[in-house]
């Protein structure tokens, strides 16, 4: 008996039995939809990590950071506390100086952070400003909005917002914000000028002392803020494109010049100590201007761990990009099997229903078993037909429960706003072709896996008896 004997055989006895056809099918399709759409959330998040580690420079980049200057600095580690040292050296120029004379180094550029406010009218916004030297900016690759470009060398002090910026202001006198009112404020932050506060220490003081000296900081918006708390009047270079629900890894920062910024900041804090920089015993600042951190870029990834051993043996703590993938690939891998397993129990549950379909069907057919026999169909070929039957049921609801898969991950990119509203860079729910071919291949094996004990059973009836059989 040929292939095309045994095929056009299967199809028929399934056709014969449409209702349980379509039922067991339905299983198939069920599980198939589970396992691929769980998967897909898995894979959907590690197309967000990825998206987001090359837009803080790939893998060739290092963070190095070094002993805590102060509050308003950021410091965040991807490893485990065991893998880090208290650092006794802090970044200032000289030690971002050595570190871009190491071998393999291509560039080595400061960051500085600190917390701000920003006023506008009715409106109080509260931002994380990064500071960097025109090439650093330069190097960040900042998908800007049309009209933008990066803030001028030896220009005033100009802003970048990140999208996101936006929801971050809250109108004093509700004290709502974006996210509780669904109203975006009042504010251009493109075309309109804000006032930043970099003292904020200051500003607090003087909302709670109930002090108004908004005609003497210019602007006349009436903020109570204190004379030596200054208000600088900024504007934007750009704007990170992308709307207020569109997530990026540049979405809440506030991007400068750091010479810019540091002119800023030494104007007002004359005699006092910066929002980030240590001080004596005395209280007093020192004379060097200290970093939150040095962005270092290598030539190849081959000497990404070389060059971190190197940073680590001065005296730094090293976070690379690679490590971060490293550790989050192995978050990944555990979720995508814990999701995996769950829709693998509805597949389960669908092989059940294929065995149970095969089984009836032996049952049913025994007489025209037996009569095939007689008639010298080998032992194989009724093996065969039966495993193609219960193939052909799970390629079905295979092909049938992917199209429905992408369906269903159409349908949970759009209602979470293709990730902003889980803070993913993207889609949340990514099918990828290999996962559409492996779940087709997975859901026949599972057929004929299902298939195999009934069509076993098929082989060792005897041909008298089945003829006999009603």
């Not at 930043?196 to 709670?208: A, E, R």
């Not at 000497?303 to 490293?326: F, P, S």
């Not at 009934?454 to 082989?459: D, F, G, L």
Request: charged share 20%; net charge negative; hydrophobic share 40%.
């Amino acid at each position: 008996m040929s292939w095309m004997d045994l095929l056009r055989m299967s199809g028929s006895n399934l056709k014969r039995r449409k209702l349980r056809t379509f039922l067991t099918v339905l299983g198939v399709i069920i599980g198939t939809t589970s396992i691929v759409v769980m998967i897909s959330l898995g894979l959907g998040m590690q197309q967000s990590l990825y998206r987001e580690v090359e837009q803080s420079g790939g893998l060739t980049s290092i963070k190095v950071t070094g002993k805590s200057a102060g509050d308003s600095m950021y410091y965040f580690s991807y490893g485990s506390s065991d893998d880090k040292v208290d650092p006794a050296k802090y970044i200032d120029d000289k030690a971002v100086e050595e570190l871009g004379k190491l071998e393999h180094v291509t560039s080595s550029y400061p960051v500085y952070e600190m917390s701000v406010i920003m006023l506008k009218g009715a409106y109080e916004g509260y931002g994380s400003l990064k500071a960097m030297p025109y090439e650093g900016l330069k190097a960040q690759n900042i998908p800007l909005a049309e009209g933008g470009s990066l803030p001028k060398k030896g220009g005033p002090l100009e802003l970048i917002y990140g999208n996101l910026v936006i929801t971050d202001f809250r109108e004093k006198n509700s004290n709502q914000y974006y996210w509780e009112t669904g109203i975006l404020p009042d504010i251009d932050l493109a075309k309109d000028s804000i006032f930043l506060i970099l003292d904020q220490d200051g500003y607090y003081d003087s909302q709670s002392s109930g002090i108004n000296m908004g005609s003497d900081t210019g602007g006349g918006d009436g903020q109570a803020v204190k004379k030596n708390v200054k208000k600088h009047v900024v504007k934007a270079s750009g704007v990170v494109e992308g709307g207020p629900d569109d997530y990026n890894s540049f979405g809440y920062y506030v991007y400068c010049d750091l010479d810019a910024l540091q002119q800023e900041l030494k104007k007002e804090f004359s005699g006092r100590v910066i929002p980030g920089q240590p001080s004596t015993k005395a209280g007093k600042p020192y004379k060097d201007f200290y970093y939150s951190s040095a962005e270092v870029k290598v030539d190849d990834i081959d000497n990404v761990n070389a060059v971190a051993d190197i940073i680590r043996q001065m005296g730094y703590n090293v976070e690379t990009n690679a490590e971060y993938l490293e550790s989050m690939q192995k978050e990944f891998a555990m979720i995508q099997a814990v999701l995996g397993g769950i829709g693998a129990v509805s597949l389960f549950v669908a092989a059940i229903g294929i065995a149970n379909t095969m089984m009836m069907s032996i049952y049913e057919r025994t007489k025209e078993i037996g009569v095939i026999k007689v008639l010298g169909c080998s032992l194989k070929n009724i093996k065969q037909m039966f495993l193609m039957e219960a193939a052909c049921i799970g390629l079905i609801g295979g092909v049938i429960g992917n199209a429905l898969s992408f369906l269903v991950s159409a349908l949970i990119n759009a209602v979470t706003g293709h990730g902003a509203v889980m803070g993913f860079d993207g889609d949340i729910s990514y099918i990828p072709l290999w996962l559409v071919l492996v779940s087709m291949l997975f859901a026949m094996l599972v057929g004929i896996t299902a298939g195999y004990f009934p069509a076993k059973r098929a082989m060792q009836l005897s041909p008298l008896a089945a003829i006999r059989s009603e």
